[in-house]
């Protein structure tokens, strides 16, 4: 009944106006000689100002009142209403004798106590209270799929229906990281570590962020897994959890034993029955300090997003005034579902169009059986000069990214000696045409493939200026997952598009005033 009512458009006001207004014609016959009810059923609602004691006047109740004149047209001859006297409802069906008998309308209104009686038992229920229906939930697709959801987080995480505030499908991104945490646990894993100096305490620090959390539904996250694929819950509290260490680190041990806790806190990791991705733990140390570690999985925030949520946690703690206000991370996946697949398809099959004259890296690959994901990889820093990066990029009009994707073209080039490589690149997904996508807190970067033409011979400034151009066009269809794009490729599933990643990281200006003296470093 509740999804009848709501898909009704505009409440029924456009029913109304078609049947009684509008002129005859093909498409409105249908609803102007749809046949009339018998019964019309109308819920009064509750009078609170009249129940006031301030209010001068009161209801009458127990009073029969005609419902029309002698003369109005009896379209729904009968009528039943539903009102609150005191603290019950009381049920009043007007029905002209020829309808219903006295007996009948007497079972019916039995009947109609009787069912309300099981239904609110059933609404008590602790296993079911808060359940919800597809209307609630449309972004899920089906009510099998509500259902589901909702089993998964009872069962596994113990998460009843009146403890989540909202549910909602993962992107394709946040499903390809979750399926690498589902093997491997410290997949993906991320950390911060500060230190608080002065009167500042990790117990308020906890405070703070809860206060943050409850306003910020991202911060609130938990996902499930179903036969219909992966979903995020948002749940009412904030379930992070807070650990202080039970013994006092010494200023000379601190670097070892902070390198100790961080891997053993990576390798546990998190997995699909945890009920929070944020974990916090403090550890006294002999100097005062209190060091902290922040422990959360990269399905859930992206690094501009780290930056807005320390932003925002500081001047909560500082108890200074924070100006911006965070765009909800469904307001990103409800712009994902509106997309038109057509036009990305077309571009992506363009873009991608000499795919079979791409190599791959004639490199060895790395044997990682038996390893662990913190022995994978392996870090080489380089520096590139920044006023020669600005003058190259003032001259040619071209951004600090451009000019790095093109670099990167001319190595993939010399090591594959093909005049087409591709690679993937990184994508903030801040571009997009949603309002407030720069603050929103969530995952919202891509990766998605640059194949660039290295032509022999070539001018460097041009090709730097051609991948510019294709960046700027790669803007709009940046939100496409892998997996699509590479069907559209035509590449097959296990195959590959890429074997090198390129990524340029851009953050968000802080807006904190860096010139006070801070307990946090």
Same mark, same amino acid.
């Given at each position: 009944v509740k999804q009848k009512l709501r898909a009704v458009p505009n409440k029924g006001l456009s029913y109304g106006a078609i049947k009684y207004l509008a002129p005859d014609s093909t498409e409105t016959n249908r609803v102007k000689t749809h046949?009339? *009810?018998n019964l019309a059923f109308n819920y009064l609602g509750r009078f609170q100002e009249m129940k006031s004691d301030k209010s001068m006047f009161e209801p009458v109740e127990d009073l029969v009142v005609p419902q029309k004149g002698d003369k109005e047209t009896d379209y729904i001859p009968g009528n039943v209403s539903l009102s609150h006297a005191g603290d019950t409802l009381l049920l009043q069906v007007a029905v002209p004798t020829w309808l219903y008998s006295s007996d009948e309308v007497i079972r019916l209104g039995r009947s109609w106590c009787e069912w309300m009686n099981r239904i609110v038992d059933h609404c008590l229920d602790t296993t079911t209270i808060g359940g919800r229906t597809l209307s609630d939930v449309p972004l899920l697709g089906s009510a099998s799929v509500v259902e589901d959801v909702e089993t998964e987080l009872l069962s596994g995480l113990k998460l009843r229906p009146l403890d989540i505030e909202d549910v909602y499908p993962v992107t394709p991104l946040q499903s390809g990281l979750l399926t690498a945490m589902i093997s491997d646990p410290a997949e993906y894993v991320l950390q911060s570590v500060f230190d608080i100096r002065g009167d500042f305490d990790f117990e308020r620090l906890e405070t703070c962020w809860?206060? =943050? &959390? =409850? !306003?910020t539904p991202l911060l609130r996250t938990v996902f499930v897994s179903t036969v219909h694929g992966l979903f995020q819950a948002v749940t009412n509290e904030d379930l992070s959890e807070w650990i202080m260490l039970p013994a006092t680190w010494l200023s000379d041990e601190i670097d070892t034993l902070t390198k100790e806790y961080l891997d053993n806190d990576r390798q546990r990791g998190f997995t699909l029955m945890s009920k929070s991705y944020h974990r916090f733990a403090a550890a006294r140390i002999s100097d005062g300090r209190i060091r902290v570690f922040w422990t959360h999985h990269h399905s859930l925030m992206d690094g501009w997003s780290l930056q807005l949520v320390m932003d925002k946690l500081l001047s909560i703690c500082y108890g200074e !005034? *924070?100006? &911006?206000?965070?765009v909800p991370f469904k307001d990103h996946i409800e712009w994902l579902a509106q997309q038109d697949e057509e036009p990305s398809r077309l571009f992506w099959e363009s873009a991608l169009a000499n795919s079979?004259?791409?190599?791959? =890296? &004639? =490199?060895p690959k790395p044997h990682l059986d038996g390893q662990t994901s913190q022995t994978k990889y392996k870090a080489l820093a380089l520096t590139v000069p920044l006023p020669g990066m600005t003058s190259v990029c003032r001259k040619l009009g071209v951004t600090p990214s451009s000019v790095f994707r093109a670099a990167w073209s001319i190595v993939l080039q010399q090591y594959t000696r093909s005049e087409y490589v591709t690679f993937g690149s990184v994508v903030s997904g801040r571009d997009t045409g949603l309002d407030g996508v720069d603050k929103i807190i969530g995952m919202l970067i891509n990766t998605v493939p640059i194949q660039v033409h290295v032509s022999t011979g070539g001018l460097t400034d041009d090709l730097i200026v051609d991948v510019h151009r294709l960046s700027t066009d790669i803007v709009q269809y940046s939100h496409c997952s892998l997996v699509d794009v590479k069907r559209w490729a035509k590449v097959a599933p296990e195959g590959q598009l890429f074997d090198t990643i390129l990524v340029y990281e851009n953050y968000p200006?802080? !807006?904190?005033?860096?010139s006070k003296l801070r307990p946090f470093t």
């Open positions: 046949r009339h *009810y809860k206060s =943050l &959390a =409850l !306003e !005034e *924070y100006n &911006a206000t965070f079979d004259q791409s190599q791959q =890296l &004639a =490199l200006p802080s !807006e904190m005033d860096k």
